[in-house]
């Protein structure tokens, strides 16, 4: 069974970089397009953007000055970087497979979710 | 970027009640959009893909039907475990976009 987590600090201070990583267990990601997603408190959800396995991004515009998306397959695991962080980007993020169905992509494993807030 | 709305934002309903819920995209999107399921603490949990398939596992109770721009997600006889925040997806380009969500309430 396919599992993700998230890992990384749930305090960063502003206006410093906010880093997490997703770790895969029982499969390889070898073929597979990761994504990071994030949902404010009491908010609705927020594309980021993905990385496929062989290396191919697509960034939310919205945040694509800010965001650095990287897989490292030897260990499993993709990672965000988001970078002069503002209590504006407190959320509880997300790491998700961005399964194509062939006629069709949706998010069908999930993390189960990290908060991290923004404060000095 | 493609805006998705929801509506209702929230609906109370009891157990049994069919429920339906409405999701209008901004511009066509064909058949590119998913359901999910949020319950308060947890991961989205899909729920229908490509407007209309059900994802492995999930009740038949669930259904979606639309294309286009108009959309919707059916829930033919609530169940308890049901009470949650649906989200609808347009999965037709980039950057992917969700509705704002809705509330689905014990009456």
């Known amino acids: 069974q396919v599992q993700l987590q998230e890992s990384g600090p749930g305090l960063v201070k502003p206006p410093e970089t906010l880093s997490l990583t997703c770790t895969v267990s029982?499969?390889?990601?070898?073929?597979?397009?990761l994504s990071w997603i994030r949902q404010p408190p009491g908010k609705g959800l927020e594309y980021i953007g993905y990385?496929?396995?062989?290396?191919?991004?697509n960034y939310n515009p919205s945040l694509k000055s800010r965001v650095t998306i990287s897989v490292d397959t030897s260990k499993n695991q993709f990672s965000l970087k988001l970078s002069s962080v503002t209590a504006a980007d407190t959320a509880v993020y997300y790491c998700?497979?961005?399964?194509?169905?062939?006629?069709?992509?949706?998010?069908?494993?999930w993390g189960q979710g990290t908060m991290v807030t923004v404060s000095s | 970027d493609i805006q998705m709305t929801q509506s209702p934002s929230s609906v109370s309903a009891s157990v049994g009640d069919r429920v339906t819920i409405t999701c209008r995209a901004s511009?066509?999107?064909?058949?590119?959009l998913a359901w999910y399921q949020q319950k308060p603490g947890k991961a989205p949990k899909l729920l229908i893909y490509?407007?209309?398939s059900l994802q492995r596992g999930v009740p038949s109770r669930f259904s979606g039907s639309g294309s286009g721009t108009d959309f919707t997600l059916t829930i033919s006889s609530l169940q308890p475990e049901d009470f949650a925040t649906y989200y609808c997806?347009?999965?037709?380009?980039?950057?992917?976009?969700f509705g704002g969500g809705t509330k689905v309430e014990i009456k």
């Open positions: 998700a497979r961005l399964y194509n169905y062939g006629y069709g992509d949706a998010f069908d494993i």
């Open positions: 029982g499969d390889s990601i070898s073929t597979y397009y």
């Open positions: 990385i496929s396995y062989s290396g191919s991004i």
């Open positions: 511009q066509g999107i064909s058949s590119w």
């Open positions: 490509a407007a209309s």
């Open positions: 997806q347009q999965a037709n380009s980039f950057p992917l976009t």
